[in-house]
């Protein structure tokens, strides 16, 4: 079969503004086993430019393909894009069929079927092995009804089939990593990088996460078998920098030691960026030297509030003192802290914001970064904030980078200018300029240097769109008339696998 997988443009201004891009991990991930399956596979990457939807038409046209596939990491804010480039290609090639996947989708499955007519399928959960049986189905035409992990329209209405279980082994199902040209894609400056996962999932309990559910559980390659591919793809293709998309990849303590060890045994100058949680870097003390001897350059923490009753609310499980603490470790083994900060969990007053930025200022990060609060409806958080009312109904704006929440005690143009001089005060304190012009790891030096340049153009693009550019409305719907019933008993895309019992082996007898 011809299948063409379509990385849609997302409009979101951090995918905008850095002028470097990182591949499609999830639609590689896909093509990867439908290649070894042998159906026919092409990469359409249209964040490159980004291309107009009348592009991805055309070339969608010109290959003539079987099956279109199209996903987005972004996938809340990309949801209105693929359904519209979804919609141009039924006209065009209404043979065609077409498959939509990733977080959004999964949860939202009901409520595209019944309002795109143009997607045929959507694939929930993990996607290595359900396409591969979807596509299967589609080519013989045996029963959707069949493969667990899909919905359709089932006689004209919207119905999901089981769910698919998790992949018990993510070694199984390799990445189509023939599928791009490595040297478009760079990061961290005109580095060549990648995207890659060590593990899928987290077992923590943070009631806002969007990601927890839809893995499932927490799993993760093999360490030794990981750090291989990734020294390949240094040798081979001149990969310099290596990005986890992994939501907690050093959740556990052995499997994350044995990974550095692996790294540091294959002896490449990768440089490797993530995210983690801040307890972890704490009980990571007496490892960090592995951390930065393997490459790890910097990790991305979610500090989400610097208010203790705050945090108990959401369930983050961590705390102010673990925070700090983690931050001052990674500065020590010459590891940059990038720590995120989210407005919006509550209804903020000035003297919050005030005690925010104090609060910061104590923790002294690298690098800091403001989102706000999207509450998901897959999530226990959306239960909380289903009565709050919402001041941005375009679904392109739900990126984490524009305000969607009304806060009474204060308008959405002193919250953003809160915001956004934080940053700033942050940014130019006479110690964060001295690292970012005089720090002695010259990694570390380029880290930063590239960042701030990158982050002084989107904190300018934010502050023009907000103005001049971005629509608001001053009494708008609340978060469930906008989005309808929570689907937090949802919230698990997938089931557990269950491993087979281990035959019981029985001693001879004795005689």
């Known amino acids: 079969m011809r299948i063409l997988l379509i990385n849609p443009p997302h409009t979101a201004i951090g995918s905008r503004i850095p002028k470097e891009q990182l591949p499609p991990f999830g639609l ?193 390659r093999d360490p030794k078998k990981l750090a291989a591919e990734l020294a390949r793809l240094h040798r081979e293709h001149g990969v310099e920098l290596v990005n986890f998309a992994d939501e907690n990849p050093t959740s556990s303590k052995r499997r994350w030691r044995e990974f550095l060890e692996a790294m540091i045994a294959e002896k490449v100058p990768l440089i490797i960026i993530g995210s983690t949680r801040a307890d972890d870097i704490v009980r990571d003390a007496d490892i960090l030297p592995l951390y930065k001897k393997a490459g790890v350059l910097r990790f991305l923490m979610g500090m989400e509030n610097t208010d203790e009753t705050t945090l108990a609310a959401i369930r983050k499980g961590g705390s102010t003192t673990k925070d700090r603490e983690a931050i001052r470790l990674l500065r020590q083994h010459g590891i940059i802290s990038l720590a995120t900060w989210v407005v919006g969990f509550e209804e903020e007053t000035d003297l919050d914001y005030w005690r925010t930025y104090r609060q910061l200022l104590s923790y002294d990060p690298d690098q800091i970064m403001s989102v706000y609060v999207t509450p998901h409806r897959w999530t226990p958080y959306f239960r909380i904030a289903q009565d709050r009312k919402i001041i941005q109904t375009d679904q392109r704006k739900w990126d984490y980078k524009h305000q969607v929440l009304k806060t009474k005690a204060m308008p959405p143009w002193r919250i953003h200018l809160w915001v956004k001089l934080v940053e700033v005060a942050l940014q130019i304190r006479p110690r964060a300029l001295w690292r970012n012009l005089f720090h002695p790891d010259r990694e570390v030096r380029h880290g930063m240097r590239w960042y701030t340049r990158m982050g002084r153009r989107v904190w300018i693009h934010e502050v023009l769109n907000f103005f001049f550019r971005d629509r608001r409305l001053k009494n708008g719907p609340t978060v469930r008339e906008f989005w309808g019933e929570p689907q937090d008993a949802e919230e698990q895309s997938m089931v557990i696998e269950i491993e087979p019992p281990k035959p019981v082996i029985e001693s001879p007898a004795r005689v």
């Not at 596939?69 to 065009?92: E, N």
């Not at 987290?202 to 969007?210: A, E, Q, S, W």
Request: aromatic fraction near 10%.
């Open 28 to 220: 590689l991930s896909v093509g990867g086993p439908l290649i070894d399956a042998g159906h026919d596979v092409e990469l359409f990457d249209a964040e490159f430019g980004p291309k107009p939807v009348e592009t991805i038409l055309k070339e969608t046209i010109r290959r003539r393909p079987d099956l279109v596939m199209m996903g987005h990491s972004g996938s809340t804010s990309a949801d209105p894009t693929v359904r519209r480039i979804a919609t141009l290609i039924r006209k065009q090639l209404p043979k065609t069929k077409i498959v939509y996947g990733g977080v959004f989708p999964t949860y939202h499955w009901a409520d595209i079927l019944r309002e795109c007519r143009a997607v045929d399928v959507i694939v929930r959960g993990e996607g290595e092995d359900t396409i591969v049986k979807l596509v299967d189905a589609l080519e013989s035409g045996a029963p959707l009804e069949d493969v667990r992990g899909i919905a359709f329209r089932r006689n004209g209405v919207p119905h999901a089939t089981p769910p698919a279980q998790t992949i018990a082994c993510l070694d199984d199902y390799r990445i189509g990593w023939e599928l791009i040209d490595f040297a478009r894609y760079s990061y961290w400056g005109g580095k060549r990088a990648v995207v890659m996962q060590f593990s899928r999932g987290c077992p923590h309990l943070c009631n806002y996460c969007g990601q927890r559910g839809f893995w499932t559980r927490w799993r993760h």
